[in-house]
């Protein structure tokens, strides 16, 4: 064995291909987490801003209710 490398059997090879895959492994979730979170809060940002269209659509229907139309005047 020099210096932690065994070649005969290939086991050293192993656990750093093993340790490798784990901290791909783990870096993946930590991103996987953040995607979602960020989905989230995009939606979250939807649906606030469909309830402001909606209120601001209801405001400009209220607005427009007592003016007669162009048309009907004459």
Known sequence: ???GVKLDT????DRQAAENDYKVNIKAELETSSCIKKID???VTEVQLT?????LTSLLRKAEAP?????TVQ
């Open 1 to 3: 064995m020099a210096n």
């Open 41 to 43: 809060q995009l939606r």
């Open 10 to 13: 290939g086991r050293y090879i």
């Open 67 to 71: 003016y007669p139309s162009a048309a």
């Open 51 to 55: 309830h402001a269209v909606s209120d």
